[in-house]
């Protein structure tokens, strides 16, 4: 009984199971250059991207996945193979990061 409160408590404090934690769990993989709370700037180039609309962020990862952008000449640093359905849910995550 214990360990099955133990199992629900987890599913609450991670957000469910849906696209919230999907995004997360992407986002591990871009924490290392954009800071684990989205405020770092990336190679000292890129804005803090923490609470940047989902809408933008989805636009750049697709453009940078599709090699056309290159904003601050390190485009190509950007190695997005995520489909749209991850872009979705790490932009989403992204979006939801706040300002401290
Ligand atoms: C190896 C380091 C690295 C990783 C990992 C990385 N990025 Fe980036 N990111 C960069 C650099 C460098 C740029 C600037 C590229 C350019 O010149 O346009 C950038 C640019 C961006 C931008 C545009 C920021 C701006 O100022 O306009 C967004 C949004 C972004 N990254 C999101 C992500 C997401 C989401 C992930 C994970 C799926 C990720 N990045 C993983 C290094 C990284």
């Given amino acids: 009984m214990k360990q099955a409160w133990i199992v629900i408590w987890g599913i609450a404090l991670s957000g469910g199971i ?5 995004g997360e769990q992407i986002y591990h993989k871009c924490s290392r250059c954009h800071g684990a709370d989205g405020l770092q700037s990336a190679y000292g180039k890129t804005r803090s991207i923490a609470g940047m609309p ?6 750049d990862l697709r453009a940078y996945r599709a090699g056309t952008l290159d ?25 939801a990061l706040r300002h401290p």
């Fill in 54 to 59: 989902a809408e933008q962020v989805a636009q």
């Fill in 18 to 22: 849906g696209c919230a934690g999907l």
């Fill in 71 to 95: 904003r601050y000449g390190l485009g190509h640093i950007m190695h997005v193979r995520l489909d749209d359905r991850k872009i979705r849910a790490v932009s989403a995550y992204i979006e």
